[in-house]
């Protein structure tokens, strides 16, 4: 049965650092692209970073230089390192899979992700 769990969340203050997590069980991550996605209250949902199958990445310009994705394909994890947090980036984050078997494929669009997390809350406050 195919899961996906974040976990991680928190409270911290402006500038700080958190790495939350994506537990895929039941994906193999070399056929499956994973997003992060995040929403704020009174937002619509928007993707933060995702790293596809081939194992490229892409962030949103918000958060490039700041926050890096990066994966454990034995252990069937996504990770999302945030780094010089601020207020605007509290959010509950979502981790998303989307199926890519052909590596040449781009990056998936938000509506091809077919897999969703509960959230984590992140919030980033003094």
């Known amino acids: 049965q195919k899961q996906l769990a974040e976990s991680g969340g928190g409270l911290v203050q402006p500038g700080g650092s958190l790495r939350i997590s994506c537990g895929a069980s039941?994906?193999?991550?070399?056929?499956?692209?994973i997003g992060w996605f995040r929403q704020a209250p009174g937002k619509e949902r928007e993707e933060v970073s995702c790293?596809?199958?081939?194992?490229?990445?892409k962030y949103a310009d918000s958060v490039k230089g700041r926050f890096s994705i990066s994966r454990d394909v034995a252990k069937s994890m996504v990770y999302l390192q945030m780094n010089s947090l601020k207020s605007e980036d509290t959010a509950v984050y979502y981790c998303?899979?989307?199926?890519?078997?052909?590596?040449?494929?781009?990056?998936?669009?938000?509506?091809?992700?077919?897999?969703w997390g509960q959230g984590t809350q992140v919030t980033v406050s003094s």
């Open positions: 790293i596809n199958s081939g194992g490229t990445v």
């Open positions: 998303a899979a989307a199926l890519r078997l052909d590596y040449g494929l781009p990056f998936p669009a938000q509506v091809e992700f077919e897999y």
């Open positions: 039941g994906f193999d991550l070399e056929s499956y692209a």
